[in-house]
């Protein structure tokens, strides 16, 4: 295919939202006339998955054809070092003749500065680009971004639904509520805001399809619609459920590409797909050869990929919150693996829990209960919970959510190890059917299937997200090698899993502390913390503090300390928080940000430890210092100064002062 012969790609994206927020996926509460007839034109994917529910690990995976968890990109703003042959998107495409406009900066993976200056910004890709050449656009909108639901109307109007008249506005008490968040006006008010939003973002669709007219481009250029994740209301986002991962997909193909196409115009496909499909689909377009790296399957084209019998995502490491989930989708069946069960959902769980009162205003147990939530206007960040209770907004007063809100798993303090819905006859994911005797089949080939993609796959979150920098720099720092250099990957992951067997797998655990391969020795440890606490195991996990690796000795620091043995701790502890690995100071804070008052008391010695930490400035060994000086990696100063020391550091800080009596006035 000639360069001049080659479509025009022009992507547009949109920030937090589900695949049923759209009136082409059936929402009857939603405006979106201007992507509903793109659908009509086009092709519509009715199941498309993203590879994790949050954005930079999600973007990375559609800019790069890969799982974030091959690659090493699975944590949530973390900084890679791409290996060699591995290009964005653009810079392919670019090396093939096309104009370009610029990557996504939100990605987990260092930019090469003159690549990313080589490349347009969005706007002016309609007026600078050579006319000899064939583009790719992306536009990246953000009305509808979770942060909406925390504004007040007057608020929302002003930068989310700016563009709508007011007989526009959605109407509060037609709007839908999940079963499983409680049924308030203020909800509904806000989940009316978050469409407006939609609606807004629909407009502006709208008028980057009527300057592609305009420019008489519409016929030359194939238009994507996507979503890099699901909504930004509780147990969407950030979430391993079909509200976090399911997301809106549309291709629409003009008639001098239709033999492009995978189907007719209005077709809607019913293939379980990936947004990271789209990297090695564009290529396919553009006739250009797909690298053998790539994971994901080609949409369309010569060489269109088999159609799936699954999907396999991925949730870890969110600013605070260290986590790993893994899920399987079929058609019918969604099943979750969650590997740290001894954790809550929730990125900030509020002391007490979602159901007890909050404690009255100027107590010291009110005091304490604000440093569970983020400080001051940050709260806004938080993704699901503590606003629910608190304000600003208040949705339920300070009484705790309702108790007949207990029945849902995802406001306790833990999780189940496993989870199985029929999403056919359960669309919410609400009705766990893994202990259901009757499901165990079902459950048992996912399971089957899951650990095997997993394996396949060389799934790095199987290591420690310190433990993985640490080996990397045998590798220059590549996270990528780590894996394709471990052979161990079975044994890791059988041992991830013993603690799902019980007191048979609780006796194996102990037996693998002393395991040679430190990813085992985590996971030895962390499995143990699914298990009530014994007298046995705490004196065999005084012996970890002394590991070797940090992510060992911070695994047993942290069940000891849960376990009311804090004292023990203090070396383990400070060790990780003098690291210069930012990961295993943010890890540090964060295994204690989830301590009662009870178990902080004992922690007073760490304060200087935590301040220093706070007042860090290295990220990684010298093995990133190249990288950090020379390339892009926008987000990485903020998960320093933000996340790690005024989110995780400081706050934990404020804890240990309330609960051990000494914090200042």
């Known amino acids: 295919m000639n360069v001049q012969d080659k479509p025009n790609i022009l992507w547009i994206s949109t920030h937090d939202t589900s695949a049923w927020n759209y009136g082409c996926y059936g929402d009857t509460y939603s405006r979106t006339p201007h992507i509903d007839r793109l659908a009509a034109e086009g092709i519509r994917y009715a199941h498309a998955f993203t590879a994790g529910p949050i954005c930079s690990p999600s973007r990375t995976s559609i800019y790069t054809g890969m799982h974030p968890t091959t690659l090493g990109t699975h944590h949530h703003r973390s900084a890679v070092i791409r290996p060699a042959g591995v290009e964005l998107l653009p810079k392919i495409l670019m090396d093939a003749g096309y104009a370009s406009s610029k990557p996504d900066e939100d990605i987990n993976l260092y930019i090469d500065k003159e690549e990313y200056e080589s490349c347009y910004n969005a706007d002016d890709i309609w007026e600078k680009r050579p006319e000899d050449k064939p583009f790719f656009a992306y536009f990246k909108l953000g009305s509808p971004h979770a942060s909406v639901f925390k504004m007040t109307p007057e608020e929302a109007r002003k930068a989310r639904s700016n563009l709508l008249a007011d007989d526009e506005l959605h109407d509060p008490q037609d709007a839908p509520v999940p079963s499983f968040v409680p049924d308030t006006p203020l909800f509904r008010e806000r989940m009316a805001l978050f469409y407006d939003a939609i609606t807004n973002m629909d407009k502006q669709v709208g008028e980057l399809l009527g300057k592609l007219q305009a420019q008489g481009l519409a016929e030359n250029t194939i238009v994507v619609f996507w979503g890099d994740h699901g909504a930004g209301y509780p147990r969407g986002k950030i979430h391993a459920y079909d509200d976090g991962l399911h997301i809106p997909l549309i291709m629409k193909f003009p008639e001098k590409y239709r033999q492009l196409a995978p189907a007719a115009p209005g077709t809607v496909v019913d293939d379980l797909v990936m947004h990271m499909d789209l990297a090695p689909t564009m290529l396919q377009l553009a006739g250009i050869p797909i690298p053998e790296h790539f994971q994901g399957r080609a949409l369309s084209g010569p060489d269109k990929g088999e159609a799936r019998d699954f999907v396999c995502s991925a949730r870890d490491r969110l600013d605070n919150n260290p986590e790993m989930i893994r899920t399987i989708r079929t058609h019918q069946y969604r099943y979750n693996r969650n590997f740290l069960p001894h954790q809550p959902y929730a990125s900030f769980y509020p002391d007490g829990g979602f ?151 609780k006796k194996e655990l102990l037996n693998r502390l002393d395991d040679p391969d430190s990813a085992v020795r985590f996971w030895a440890v962390t499995g143990l913390s699914c298990f009530d606490f014994d007298a046995e195991t705490i004196a065999q996990l005084k012996a970890q503090l002394a590991d070797e690796s940090i992510s060992v000795s911070l695994a047993a620091a942290d069940y000891l300390v849960r376990s009311g043995e804090g004292a023990v701790t203090l070396t383990a502890f400070n060790r990780a928080l003098q690291s210069d690995i930012l990961w295993a100071r943010i890890r540090a804070g964060a295994y204690l940000s989830y301590c009662s008052r009870e178990q902080l008391q004992p922690m007073q010695p760490l304060i200087p430890a935590l301040q220093a930490a706070a007042d860090n400035q290295r990220f990684f060994g010298p093995e990133h210092d190249h990288q950090i000086k020379t390339k892009l990696m926008r987000m990485l100063n903020a998960q320093r100064d933000v996340i790690a020391k005024q989110w995780v550091l400081e706050r934990v800080v404020k804890r240990i002062e309330l609960a051990s009596g000494t914090c200042p006035n």
């Open 355 to 505: 159901f007890a009162a909050v404690p009255k205003e100027g107590t010291l147990e009110r005091d304490f209960w604000e440093t569970s939530c983020l400080p001051g206007k940050e709260k806004v960040h938080d993704p699901d919970g503590v606003f629910l209770m608190h304000g600003p907004p208040i949705m339920v007063k300070q009484q705790g959510l309702p108790q007949q809100y207990q029945q849902y798993a995802f406001w306790q303090d833990h999780k189940p190890l496993e989870e199985l819905y029929d999403v056919e006859r359960d669309p919410e994911e609400i009705h766990n059917l893994a202990d259901d005797p009757a499901f165990s089949h079902v459950k048992e080939e996912l399971r089957r299937k899951l650990f095997g993609w997993m394996i396949e796959t060389a799934d790095l979150g199987l290591i420690d997200e310190t433990e993985i920098v640490v080996r990397a720099v045998a590798y220059n720092g590549i996270s990528r090698e780590v894996g394709v250099h471990c052979d161990n990957f079975a044994r890791i992951l059988e041992t991830a899993d013993l603690a799902r067997l019980g007191e048979e797998g």
